[in-house]
């Protein structure tokens, strides 16, 4: 099992950038897959990134050329940078581990982008 706790969100300008952390309480070196989704108001919970335990990357459509997902296995985190911000990236972020058929979940943080 593991935890996972997100941070780094908040209120941004459209056009911003803001950076989100999500620190997982066990290695991540087993961690197959860490991702982040969004939520945003009224709808489905999307993925917006992913990265395997070899480093390769996958990004949904709308974030590919402004977000980059990263992670390190040394300190157990996975972040999202993110750049040129809109308001259809506002939304609830939540932070995913992948261990065989489990995933696990952080509580998600809010990233609100006023235009």
């Known amino acids: 099992q593991v935890q996972l706790v997100e941070s780094g969100g908040g209120l941004v300008q459209a056009g911003g950038s803001l950076r989100l952390s999500c620190t997982a309480s066990?290695?991540?070196?087993?961690?197959?897959?860490m991702a982040w989704y969004r939520q945003a108001p009224g709808k489905q919970r999307d993925l917006v990134a992913d990265?395997?335990?070899?480093?390769?990357?996958n990004y949904a459509d709308s974030v590919k050329g402004r977000f980059t997902i990263s992670r390190d296995n040394t300190e157990n985190t996975v972040d999202l940078q993110m750049h040129d911000l809109t308001p259809e990236d506002t939304g609830v972020y939540f932070c995913?581990?992948?261990?065989?058929?489990?995933?696990?979940w952080g509580k998600g943080i809010l990233v609100t982008v006023s235009s």
């Open positions: 995913a581990a992948k261990i065989g058929f489990y995933s696990y």
């Open positions: 066990r290695s991540s070196y087993n961690i197959n897959v």
């Open positions: 990265i395997n335990a070899g480093g390769a990357t």
